[in-house]
């Protein structure tokens, strides 16, 4: 295959993720799934490079299963910044029932609204760090 095809076809992968990751939190699960196994196929396509037949046999599988594994941890990259920097929002204020009837939710968010005042936290040279800052009958804390 020549380096033409690849460069297309790597070219084309990237373009799929970033669609993907375009698309922010609009896209569903399945739909952002289909896109990262089509810029799979475009990925091996283009890291399927010719090796020679006098490369051991060993060798040559070797190398392929690198080239696999490759885009592999590519994908997952893309999943992980998908998660973690697009969907960042509503994985941290996502709520969920337990089959046992419970609410479940982010424990660090329900410190938000603090009913006690607290202290300001300064730096050595006399900066403020932190301060506390009312809204309504909750304090929240702030950091300048």
């Given at each position: 295959?020549?380096?033409?095809?690849?460069?297309?076809?790597?070219?084309?992968?990237?373009?799929?993720?970033?669609?993907?990751l375009?698309?922010?939190?609009?896209?569903?699960?399945?739909?952002?799934?289909?896109?990262?196994?089509?810029?799979?196929?475009?990925?091996?396509?283009?890291?399927?490079?010719?090796?020679?037949?006098?490369?051991?046999?060993?060798?040559?599988?070797?190398?392929?299963?690198?080239?696999?594994?490759t885009?592999?941890?590519?994908?997952?990259?893309?999943?992980?910044?998908?998660?973690?920097?697009?969907?960042?929002?509503?994985?941290?204020?996502?709520i969920?029932?337990?089959?046992?009837?419970e609410?479940?939710?982010?424990?660090?968010?329900?410190?938000?609204?603090?009913t006690?005042?607290?202290?300001?936290?300064?730096?050595?040279?006399?900066?403020?760090?932190?301060?506390?800052?009312?809204?309504?009958?909750?304090?929240?804390?702030?950091?300048?």
């Amino acid at each position: 295959m020549n380096r033409g095809v690849r460069l297309i076809a790597f070219a084309g992968a990237m373009i799929l993720v970033v669609i993907g990751l375009a698309s922010g939190s609009e896209i569903t699960d399945a739909r952002w799934l289909g896109l990262l196994g089509a810029a799979w196929a475009f990925l091996i396509l283009a890291a399927w490079i010719p090796i020679p037949r006098e490369v051991p046999r060993f060798n040559r599988s070797v190398i392929r299963t690198t080239m696999i594994l490759t885009t592999v941890f590519f994908l997952l990259t893309a999943q992980l910044v998908r998660i973690q920097v697009i969907q960042s929002h509503s994985v941290a204020h996502r709520i969920a029932q337990a089959p046992n009837g419970e609410t479940l939710s982010n424990g660090r968010l329900l410190n938000d609204g603090l009913t006690v005042r607290r202290g300001r936290v300064f730096d050595r040279n006399g900066i403020v760090l932190a301060d506390s800052v009312q809204d309504g009958d909750a304090w929240s804390r702030v950091y300048p």
